[in-house]
């Protein structure tokens, strides 16, 4: 079936080291993906988007590289800082119907270690 | 701070009970989105309106329904609550403004209702 899914539900990282986290998708006919930061009792927070005619993007010290041919999306965030630490989720937005929906996947917890 | 809001941020409630989930979407935002997570579950989609109707549907239960009224702000009601209802539900709100959602239509998050069921 469709599903957006993560490889690792955990990663732990030193402080000051780059961070990779790792999504895999399955529909071919997804678009736009999102990386959403969610720290602990908050809601999901836009962190940066890819579309489909992209293979990467760069914000501020995190870049998102996309890979259709195998359906793989990655976050990188530089230097890593304790206020990185948190859960990540990608999520898949793709048309349905008239709509766009979001779909997420299972989320990694970061952790940052001093 | 995303822009949205949503009250209450705690609800505590027993089993059979009603309850009703407040959200009002960034300022100019158009679609409104429920969301439900829950620690086995993860995020899931409930259901979307925009401009005051009913867009897409997603795992939204029967006893479940909401609405986004003129003034675009939105309530979720859950009604007969069960134990498996606790959860953290989330509202998110996006512009929307072009026919159908634009390809890059990002969704903002509220902080969320805990809602504990007992």
Same mark, same amino acid.
């Given at each position: 079936?469709?599903?957006?899914?993560?490889?690792?539900?955990?990663?732990?990282?030193?402080?000051?080291?780059?961070?990779? @986290?790792?999504?895999?998708?399955?529909?071919?006919?997804?678009? $736009? !993906?999102?990386?959403?930061?969610?720290? =602990? %009792?908050?809601?999901?927070?836009?962190?940066?988007?890819?579309?489909?005619?992209?293979?990467?993007?760069?914000?501020?010290?995190?870049?998102?590289?996309?890979?259709?041919?195998?359906?793989?999306?990655?976050?990188? @965030?530089?230097?890593?800082?304790?206020?990185?630490?948190?859960? $990540? !989720?990608?999520?898949?937005?793709?048309? =349905? %119907?008239?709509?766009?929906?979001?779909?997420?996947?299972?989320?990694?917890?970061?952790?940052?270690?001093? | 701070?995303?822009?949205?809001?949503?009250?209450?941020?705690?609800?505590?409630?027993?089993?059979?009970?009603?309850?009703?989930?407040?959200?009002?979407?960034?300022?100019?935002?158009?679609?409104v989105?429920?969301?439900?997570?829950?620690?086995?579950?993860?995020?899931?989609?409930?259901?979307?309106y925009?401009?005051g109707?009913?867009?897409?549907?997603?795992?939204?239960?029967?006893?479940?329904?909401?609405q986004q009224f003129?003034?675009l702000?939105s309530?979720?009601?859950?009604?007969?609550?069960?134990?498996?209802?606790?959860?953290?539900?989330?509202?998110?709100?996006?512009?929307?403004?072009?026919?159908?959602?634009?390809?890059?239509?990002?969704?903002?998050?509220?902080?969320?209702?805990?809602?504990?069921?007992?």
């Amino acid at each position: 079936g469709e599903s957006v899914g993560l490889h690792l539900p955990t990663l732990s990282v030193q402080e000051g080291d780059n961070s990779i @986290i790792n999504c895999a998708y399955s529909n071919s006919a997804s678009d $736009y !993906f999102i990386w959403y930061k969610q720290e =602990s %009792g908050k809601g999901p927070q836009f962190i940066i988007d890819i579309r489909s005619n992209m293979d990467k993007r760069q914000g501020q010290r995190v870049t998102v590289l996309l890979n259709k041919t195998v359906k793989h999306l990655s976050l990188q @965030i530089a230097a890593t800082q304790p206020g990185d630490s948190a859960v $990540y !989720f990608c999520a898949e937005n793709r048309a =349905s %119907g008239s709509a766009r929906q979001l779909t997420f996947g299972s989320g990694t917890q970061l952790t940052v270690l001093p | 701070d995303s822009g949205v809001t949503q009250t209450p941020k705690h609800l505590i409630t027993a089993t059979g009970q009603r309850v009703t989930l407040r959200c009002s979407p960034r300022s100019g935002d158009l679609s409104v989105y429920w969301y439900q997570q829950s620690l086995d579950q993860g995020l899931q989609f409930l259901i979307q309106y925009y401009n005051g109707e009913e867009r897409a549907k997603g795992n939204i239960l029967e006893r479940f329904s909401a609405q986004q009224f003129p003034d675009l702000h939105s309530e979720l009601n859950l009604s007969s609550l069960e134990l498996g209802d606790s959860a953290l539900y989330f509202c998110a709100s996006s512009p929307s403004k072009t026919s159908g959602g634009a390809i890059t239509d990002t969704q903002y998050f509220g902080p969320g209702t805990r809602l504990t069921v007992l």
